[in-house]
């Protein structure tokens, strides 16, 4: 694999390259697409980047260095969750594939307790949606207008997750959506 997850410290040596990465980039499809420096270190101080549930991670790729972000959450849960974001200019070229893919590779092989990794994104983040396909996630679910959108409609938030069996096989199990007749 070409990408190497580096563990980053977001109160210390990190500090300034994270605000001044989630200031400098839009993220169109988060709920808060255009970040302040200031929402960023609070949210930092808050340790939403770096506390018991939520460690944070820089995406370095071989040829190409940093490409992005990556945060593991609820990892006091049987199910982490995770948030994915690459820098403006590296998004379109397929490389979020490789980095959901180490993401995976770390949390079954770092934590062993865990056999489900979700995500969730909305409808329209086709390119991520996408991702997740082609990664060998499974849809589990379609919330309807669960994802508020200030001063438009909301959208549907998507859930995905893949099993440590999947995964360990390369094979994607799925179910049957509706699985009852009325
Ligand atoms: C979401 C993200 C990780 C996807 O990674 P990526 O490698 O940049 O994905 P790509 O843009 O290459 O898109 C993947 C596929 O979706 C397709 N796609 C993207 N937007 C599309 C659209 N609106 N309609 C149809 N297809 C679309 C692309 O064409 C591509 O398919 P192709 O390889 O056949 O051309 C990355 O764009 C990103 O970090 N975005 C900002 C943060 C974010 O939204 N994170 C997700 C939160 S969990």
New binding site residues.
């Given amino acids: 694999m070409s990408i190497n997850l580096v563990r980053l410290d977001p109160v210390g040596d990190d500090h300034e390259a994270l605000v001044d990465f989630m200031t400098r ?1 839009e ?4 709920s808060n697409p255009r970040l302040t420096g200031e929402a960023v270190k609070a949210a930092i101080a808050n340790g939403a980047y770096w506390s018991e549930d939520n460690d944070s991670f820089w995406i370095d790729y071989a040829e190409r260095g940093r490409i ?1 972000f990556l945060r593991l959450e609820d990892l006091g849960d049987p199910t982490p969750m ?7 200019g ?8 490789e ?2 893919q180490a993401a995976t590779q770390h949390v079954f092989t770092t934590l062993l307790d865990v056999n489900r990794f979700e ?3 909305r409808e ?8 997740f396909l ?1 990664c060998g996630w499974v849809k589990e679910a379609h919330y309807r207008e669960g994802w508020p959108v200030e001063g438009s409609k909301p959208v549907a938030s998507v859930a995905y997750s893949i099993l440590r069996r999947d995964w360990e096989t390369g094979q994607t199990t799925t179910f049957v959506w509706e699985d009852l007749s009325i």
Avoid: C, Y
């Fill in positions: 980039n993220f169109p499809f988060h992005g995770f948030d994915l974001r690459l820098d403006e590296f998004r379109g070229r397929g490389l979020g594939v980095a959901v995500g969730q994104t329209d983040n086709i390119a991520m949606r996408k991702t082609r």
